[in-house]
């Protein structure tokens, strides 16, 4: 708990505040407080012409979101920047990887014309991966083929007296949980 200090008030502005903090908050400290935040926080000063302060304030709140808006417009552009030049390729690459058709996808979002024609002078644009990435991504595509192999020898149909016939995996728990954490590992 915070000590307490005492302030000397001439008693006509005590009693003013004692009503005013009573309509404000629970304490006479928390009153005080978002009185001080308030000014603070606005950059106001008590001593100036308020009507002045407040023409003020606005006028550079309004300047503040002017910058902000074109803060946010850099924004949008450096991220419709990022999606064209980096997330295409790469998705691209991987359904390459995967045998997909690149060329009968469509697009999953409608886009306005300006960003399709963006659009289609970056898949005019010859896409170039890397050959450490391919062969990285290479070889964790051997790693999984082979371990969902190892995963898929060890699986055996099983017909039980009563009721249907199952699937049972003859692998030990410690595979078992290096393989998910392999599949964790990759997602």
């Known amino acids: 708990m915070d000590g307490f ?6 008693e006509s502005t005590v009693k003013r505040f004692r009503v005013f903090s009573k309509k404000m908050a629970k304490s006479y400290s928390e009153c005080l407080e978002s009185i001080m935040d308030f000014f603070e926080w606005h950059g106001l000063n008590p001593s ?3 009507a002045k302060s407040i023409v003020q304030e606005i006028l550079k709140n309004r300047a ?4 902000s808006i074109k803060r946010n417009e850099a924004t949008i ?3 419709r ?8 390729p790469n998705n691209a690459m991987l359904l390459s990887l995967f045998g997909e058709n690149i060329k009968n996808k469509k697009p999953v979002r409608k886009e306005r014309k300006r960003l399709e024609k963006e659009a289609d002078s970056a898949a005019e644009i010859e896409i170039t991966v890397p050959k450490i990435r391919y062969e990285r991504l290479s070889e964790k595509m051997q790693n999984l083929v082979r371990d969902y192999g190892h995963i898929l020898g060890n699986v055996e149909l099983v017909k039980g007296s009563f009721g249907k016939e199952y699937l049972r995996l ?3 728990k410690s595979e078992l949980e290096k393989f998910k954490r392999i599949l964790k590992n990759n997602m």
């Open 77 to 79: 552009a450096i991220i």
């Open 48 to 50: 100036q012409k308020f």
């Open 64 to 67: 503040r979101t002017d910058t």
């Open 81 to 88: 920047d990022i999606e064209i030049n980096q997330t295409k």
């Open 5 to 10: 200090k005492s302030i000397r008030f001439k």
């Open 170 to 172: 003859n692998i030990s």
